[in-house]
Structures are given as structure tokens and as C-alpha cells.
């Protein structure tokens, strides 16, 4: 299978009128990668009272597993620019009466975060993980040591043609630019060090962590 390559920068417009669209559906559509998920945030290690900002964090489905690990003296800051989902993820808070949720509606990077964080999560947010400007904001906001993960799709192997049949499928539908998708994590790596990059979906979803370091 030809892989697709592309040299053109994310695009910030194009992927707010892309989950504006997708705000009604966003949740049945992840539900696939609820494992991944899961995964991610484990690899977080937060403690209670930990603060973690949550990138892209979408309609918040981020939020319930981040809460039972931060508990009611932690904090979690959710970043997102599409008003369509940030309306829903203050649904979300408001449903489950979080007080320690703070919601940030603005690109990432030009979010203004009030805090310094334990951790971040990038999950399934390639064209943010692709923006220098969108990483030096986050990373300005996070303390020395703090635990970063990233998850979301990539290029398998060439020879894993149905593996890429559904990455390109899936990219399509939710990324701007398919640059960096062979190694989407790359950019993170000059910022944290530790680094480990596992692969599961024969190849097809990478879940990243490291240790941030100034």
C-alpha cells in the first residue's frame, strides 16, 4: 500500500471546522480506543493533588479516569478549541459536579494555563503534537520531572497494508496533515527525556511517554 506523505503543517482552521463537525458523534466514534485511553493515563503516574493538563481534551471523556486519580484536592485542566466540544465537556463537569476541573477554550498553543502541572496528556491529538508553538506553550506550563504521554495513530510498517488501509481511513476523517505520522512522537522527544514509544493495533496506535525537563 502507498503511504501517504505530506509536508504541509497542520492545520488550525481546518481542524476546528473538522470536530465541529464531529462534536455531535465524538464520543461513539472514540469508543474504539477506550483501551488506549486507559493506557495513556496509567503511564501518567498521578498522585492525589497532582495537577495534569489534558490537550485537546475533546468532550472531556479524559476527565472521570484523570478525577479518581487526582482526587478532589488535584486538578485538571482541560484544553479545547472547538466551542461545540468544550460545550459538552462542561456538560460533562457539571454532570458530575467536578470542582477541580478547569476549562481552557482556546488553541494549544495559546492557551493561558494558571497553573504549574504534574503531567500532560496528548491523546489522539496529532496536528497539536506536530505544532512547535502548541508544544513550547504546554511544556512552559508543566514543573521539571512532570510525566508526559501521547497517544493517537501512526504509520505501521509498509507491508501492514490493512493496518495503514484503517490509519489512513481514520487520519483522514481526524488530522489535518498526514506530515510526521511515520513518527508522530518525534517533536516531543527534544523536550522530555526517558522516552519509550510502544505500539499496539498491529502497529497502528502508539502510546509515547517520557519525563519533561527544562
Given at each position: 500500500?502507498?503511504?501517504?506523505?505530506?509536508s504541509?503543517?497542520?492545520?488550525?482552521?481546518a481542524?476546528l471546522?473538522?470536530?465541529?463537525?464531529?462534536?455531535?458523534g465524538?464520543?461513539?466514534?472514540?469508543?474504539?480506543?477506550?483501551?488506549?485511553r486507559s493506557?495513556a493515563?496509567?503511564?501518567?503516574?498521578?498522585r492525589?493533588?497532582?495537577?495534569?493538563?489534558?490537550?485537546?481534551?475533546?468532550t472531556?471523556?479524559s476527565?472521570?479516569?484523570?478525577?479518581?486519580?487526582v482526587?478532589?484536592?488535584?486538578r485538571?485542566?482541560?484544553?479545547e478549541?472547538c466551542?461545540?466540544?468544550?460545550?459538552k465537556?462542561?456538560a460533562?463537569?457539571?454532570?458530575h459536579h467536578w470542582q477541580?476541573v478547569e476549562l481552557?477554550?482556546?488553541?494549544?498553543?495559546?492557551?493561558?494555563?494558571?497553573?504549574q502541572?504534574d503531567?500532560?496528556?496528548?491523546h489522539?491529538?496529532?496536528?497539536?503534537?506536530?505544532?512547535?508553538?502548541a508544544?513550547?506553550?504546554?511544556?512552559?506550563?508543566?514543573?521539571?520531572?512532570?510525566h508526559?504521554?501521547?497517544?493517537?495513530?501512526?504509520?505501521?510498517?509498509?507491508?501492514?497494508?490493512?493496518?495503514n488501509?484503517?490509519?489512513?481511513?481514520?487520519?483522514?476523517?481526524?488530522?489535518?496533515?498526514?506530515?510526521?505520522?511515520?513518527?508522530?512522537?518525534?517533536?516531543?522527544t527534544?523536550?522530555?527525556?526517558?522516552?519509550?514509544?510502544?505500539?499496539t493495533?498491529?502497529?497502528?496506535?502508539y502510546?509515547?511517554?517520557?519525563?519533561?525537563?527544562e
Amino acid at each position: 500500500m502507498h503511504i501517504p506523505v505530506s509536508s504541509r503543517a497542520p492545520d488550525r482552521a481546518a481542524a476546528l471546522a473538522q470536530y465541529r463537525r464531529r462534536a455531535q458523534g465524538y464520543d461513539t466514534e472514540l469508543a474504539l480506543f477506550e483501551p488506549i485511553r486507559s493506557e495513556a493515563i496509567a503511564l501518567l503516574d498521578l498522585r492525589p493533588g497532582d495537577t495534569v493538563i489534558d490537550v485537546g481534551c475533546g468532550t472531556g471523556l479524559s476527565f472521570e479516569p484523570l478525577h479518581r486519580r487526582v482526587g478532589r484536592k488535584g486538578r485538571i485542566v482541560g484544553i479545547e478549541q472547538c466551542p461545540e466540544m468544550m460545550a459538552k465537556a462542561q456538560a460533562r463537569v457539571q454532570e458530575h459536579h467536578w470542582q477541580d476541573v478547569e476549562l481552557v477554550c482556546a488553541p494549544a498553543e495559546t492557551a493561558h494555563v494558571s497553573v504549574q502541572a504534574d503531567a500532560a496528556l496528548f491523546h489522539f491529538t496529532h496536528d497539536i503534537v506536530r505544532d512547535d508553538a502548541a508544544l513550547a506553550n504546554i511544556f512552559a506550563h508543566l514543573k521539571p520531572g512532570a510525566h508526559v504521554v501521547a497517544s493517537g495513530l501512526q504509520w505501521a510498517a509498509p507491508w501492514m497494508w490493512p493496518t495503514n488501509a484503517f490509519v489512513l481511513l481514520a487520519a483522514v476523517y481526524s488530522v489535518t496533515s498526514f506530515e510526521g505520522l511515520g513518527h508522530p512522537w518525534d517533536r516531543l522527544t527534544a523536550h522530555l527525556r526517558d522516552v519509550q514509544v510502544r505500539t499496539t493495533l498491529m502497529g497502528g496506535i502508539y502510546i509515547a511517554n517520557g519525563i519533561y525537563e527544562e
